[in-house]
């Protein structure tokens, strides 16, 4: 395959290979300021370039992300902040919110969902994009508690929350928010996914975009990623000809 058949390459159970390309607005749901960027980053970039609508919501401010201890958690979640947005901007996504939970404090309750189901009323997005709340280890790894509650909590604000009148009344009651149905979830670092999406030309973008969240790359992290994002995402895009790509789960709902 060349780069331009390739829009979105999917490998099926069976081994056949289909093709994707998504339309309509997009939200990506994670859990800290920079989650987006290593797992998703090329097809955000990606899905900006196509003319897709890419919405970010992040459900932590990143306020312990850091191993100094002469930070100020408060002045780092507003450091987090303005990287977030910055990133945002090189992106090119549409809007940007960071919510004022404690990093490493997310859980899945309601006060969280509601404001998932907000995001998802609001923009009305044909995919929403976050991470595999079943995985818990890759080889030596562990994957991190706020990793896995984002995506629990963007489940189960995707269905059945969000298009069901019944569930959070007074968005639609106060905001007039109507119930939204998502056709489709694209979920990233899983260890099982179904799809590996094409982000050839996308990966310099990708890392560009984590290199501005500059208070989680400083002693040479960011050479780390340099080296290590582009090696993934030709492992990925091995899998279905093409030189860089990233992997998901995708559930079509409907």
């Known amino acids: 395959m ?3 058949d390739t829009e979105g390459a999917t490998t099926e159970a069976g081994g ?3 093709e994707e390309r998504p339309t309509g607005p997009a939200l990506a749901v994670f859990g800290h300021p920079d989650d987006a960027e290593i797992s998703a980053g090329g097809t955000l970039a990606r ?5 897709r609508d890419v919405h970010l919501l992040v459900l932590t401010n990143g306020d312990r992300g850091a191993s100094d201890p002469s930070w100020d958690r408060a002045e780092l979640a507003a450091t987090r902040r303005a990287e977030t947005e910055a990133a945002a901007s090189f992106l090119g996504l549409a809007s940007t919110r960071i919510l004022d939970i404690h990093d490493g404090e997310l859980t899945n309750t309601p006060a969280v969902r509601v404001e998932i189901v907000r995001e998802i009323r609001r923009i009305r997005p044909a995919t ?7 995985a ?3 080889g030596n790894y562990f994957n991190h ?6 995506g629990e909590a963007a489940l189960d604000a995707v269905f059945p929350a969000a298009g069901n009148p019944l569930f959070f009344e007074e968005l639609l009651r106060d905001e007039s928010l109507e119930p939204w149905s998502v056709p489709e979830v694209w979920v990233g670092w899983t260890p099982e996914p179904n799809l590996h ?10 890392v560009a975009a984590l290199a501005l969240h500059a208070s989680q790359v400083a002693d040479d992290q960011l050479g780390f990623f340099e ?3 582009p090696s993934e995402a030709e492992e990925a895009g091995r899998k279905v000809g093409v030189q860089h790509a990233e992997s998901f789960r995708v559930l079509r709902l409907g």
């Open 145 to 150: 508690a706020d990793h896995r509650t984002a």
């Open 2 to 4: 060349t780069e331009g």
């Open 128 to 134: 929403v994009v976050t991470c595999d709340p079943t």
């Open 136 to 138: 818990w280890f890759f």
């Open 197 to 206: 999406h094409d982000i050839t030309g996308y990966i310099e973008k990708k």
């Open 227 to 229: 080296k290590w994002l």
């Open 16 to 18: 056949s290979v289909t």
């Open 47 to 51: 899905w900006v370039a196509e003319g």
